[in-house]
């Protein structure tokens, strides 16, 4: 326990009584040091993920065939205000199932990233505090 940063003893058979020692600022900057690198781990993996999914989407859209590049259109093609069309009808221009995989799969990574901003913010003040 002690290298925990907690010293306690036993008060019964299941209970720990114990105080907490407060955190030093070196310990606490290492600990903010800590949850950055797993932060920067995390964003390496969704990027890792991300690659591996538009390389398969690369290669699945140059396999399709015209009815299944259709059928995949009206399932993902999102529906962009009416001002947003341009004169032939299209938003910003011809419909590639590519391009639109990737601006979904780019929103998904933008939103997961949010979280681990949100996350590393939060886990900072943590320990700050303490």
Sequence with gaps: MGS?????????????AGRR????????ENLVKLVAKEAEKARAAIRNH?????????????????DEEK?????VRPQPPTSAYDKTGMAHGPWKPERVGREQIQKIV??????????????TAEIQQR
């Design 4 to 16: 925990l940063g907690a010293h306690g003893r036993t008060a019964g058979r299941s209970t720990l």
């Design 50 to 66: 991300r690659h591996a999914v538009l390389k398969d989407l690369k290669k699945a859209a140059a396999n399709a065939s015209e």
């Design 110 to 123: 933008d939103d997961a990233n949010k979280v681990i901003d949100n996350v590393v913010k939060a886990k």
């Design 21 to 28: 020692r407060r955190l030093t600022a070196e310990h606490r």
């Design 71 to 75: 059928r995949i259109e009206k399932a």
